[in-house]
């Protein structure tokens, strides 16, 4: 697959998205929203999967490659969760937000190579990556429902939005972190020899599990303190974003392993 094939798959993809997310709005529109969200995660599993198929390796290599599955995940979970909750706001938020990470590998394509490195042709490394980036996805959704519980006392509008809708999707995206985590020592074990060596990805990385453990703790010791849990699921989601997509601007971060 080339670049531009990207182009027109990618530009594709937005379009069905924002207009997916454009129709949910209006409340006779919503089957035919629904029906276009299907449309675009189709497209993009073709895409990946012939990409796949074209590259000889997973596509999970670049950070574009990361932001490609992110977006698909993303899709997939605003068609998921909508036959499960019926969430207006929900699918909306998580079709525009696959819209525009698509968006961003649109406006910086990331160079896909034809082999990977020694460390990386690893059991370990598709199942590693592939439960990190579905719990980002996630865990990115849940995060929309905090920042809602904290803006909600200055909107006059009355949201119906409380924490046990995030709940279930904390809960499956911490799962998620963990076997992530768990796959990432065992890989690291098969390549480096250590199953843990500190790198910053890796720190930070637990610092994130850590975050999202002390909000598990919180709703269950304390279910009452929504704002509390709120927050801490806000600074939890920033922990993540700096894990993933932060850590290759941090200095101390320059030789690390988990730099691409």
Same mark, same amino acid.
């Given at each position: 697959m080339t670049e531009l094939n990207?182009?027109? *798959? $990618? *530009?594709? !993809?937005? @379009?069905?998205?924002l207009i997916s997310a454009g129709l949910m709005a209006m409340k006779k529109m919503r089957t035919p929203a629904v029906f276009i969200s299907v449309l675009a995660v189709m497209i993009l599993t073709f895409y990946i999967a012939a990409l796949w198929i074209a590259l000889e390796r997973p596509p999970l290599r670049?950070?574009?490659?990361?932001?490609?599955?992110? $977006?698909?995940? =993303? @899709?997939?979970? !605003? &068609?998921?969760?909508w036959f499960r909750w019926k969430y207006v706001w929900l699918f909306m938020y998580s079709n525009l937000m696959a819209g525009v990470f698509?968006? *961003?590998? =649109?406006? %910086?394509?990331?160079?896909?190579?034809?082999? +990977?490195?020694?460390? +990386?042709? !690893?059991?370990?490394? &598709?199942?590693?990556?592939?439960?990190?980036?579905? $719990?980002?996805?996630? +865990?990115? &959704?849940? @995060?929309?429902?905090? &920042?809602?519980?904290?803006? %909600?006392p200055w909107i006059k509008k009355d949201l119906k939005v409380n924490l046990h809708d995030a709940d279930n999707m904390i809960y499956l995206g911490f799962a998620f972190l963990t076997l992530g985590l768990v796959? $990432?020592?065992? /890989?690291? %074990?098969?390549?480096?020899?250590?199953? /843990?060596?500190?790198?910053? %990805?890796?720190?930070?990385?637990? *610092?994130t599990w850590m975050t999202y453990l002390m909000y598990i703790h919180i709703r269950h010791r304390h279910p009452h303190r929504e704002k509390t849990a709120a927050w801490m699921m806000s600074l939890a989601f920033v922990f993540m974003m700096i894990c993933w997509m932060g850590i290759q601007y941090l200095p101390s971060a320059q030789n690390s392993v988990h730099t691409y």
């Open positions: 990207f182009n027109f *798959i $990618g *530009i594709a !993809s937005v @379009a069905l998205l670049t950070l574009g490659e990361t932001r490609l599955w992110y $977006g698909f995940f =993303l @899709a997939l979970l !605003s &068609v998921t969760f698509l968006i *961003i590998d =649109l406006l %910086k394509p990331a160079a896909l190579d034809q082999t +990977l490195m020694p460390a +990386l042709q !690893s059991v370990w490394f &598709v199942p590693h990556v592939i439960v990190y980036i579905l $719990g980002y996805a996630l +865990l990115g &959704v849940a @995060a929309l429902v905090a &920042v809602l519980i904290i803006i %909600k796959f $990432g020592a065992m /890989w690291a %074990k098969t390549a480096w020899g250590h199953y /843990w060596t500190w790198d910053p %990805k890796e720190t930070w990385a637990f *610092i």
